[in-house]
Nanobody
């Protein structure tokens, strides 16, 4: 069984910063892709940022230059540093991991952490 524990969401004013964390535990095996998705009310879930096992990163155009994704493999944790936040960044943020366990590929989602950008 795999668990993802997310933290760091909350209320912040426009222009502010937040740092999200997602720690994975359990039968993870080999952690591959780790990413953050978000879903705003009435919108589809979208990829915000992802990082591969080789530390290659990709970002949604809307967050490039403002958000930074990183990972600590020793702690099985992925982070999302969010700077210069805008009201449009308001959403539920979900952690996502791809891992290989017992010769099979698996995915796991976190429970979501809310981010609200408002004055």
């Amino acid at each position: 069984q795999v668990q993802l524990v997310e933290s760091g969401g909350g209320l912040v004013q426009p222009g502010g910063s937040l740092r999200l964390s997602c720690a994975a535990s359990g039968n993870i095996g080999s952690l591959n892709f780790m990413g953050w998705y978000r879903q705003a009310p009435g919108q589809q879930r979208e990829l915000v940022a992802g990082i591969t096992g080789g530390a290659m990163t990709n970002y949604a155009d809307s967050v490039k230059g403002r958000f930074t994704i990183s990972r600590d493999n020793a702690k099985n944790t992925v982070y999302l540093q969010m700077n210069s936040l805008k009201p449009d960044d308001t959403a539920i943020y979900y952690c996502h991991i791809d891992f290989r366990w017992l010769a099979q590929n698996h995915v796991q989602w976190g429970q979501g952490t809310p981010v609200t950008v408002s004055s």
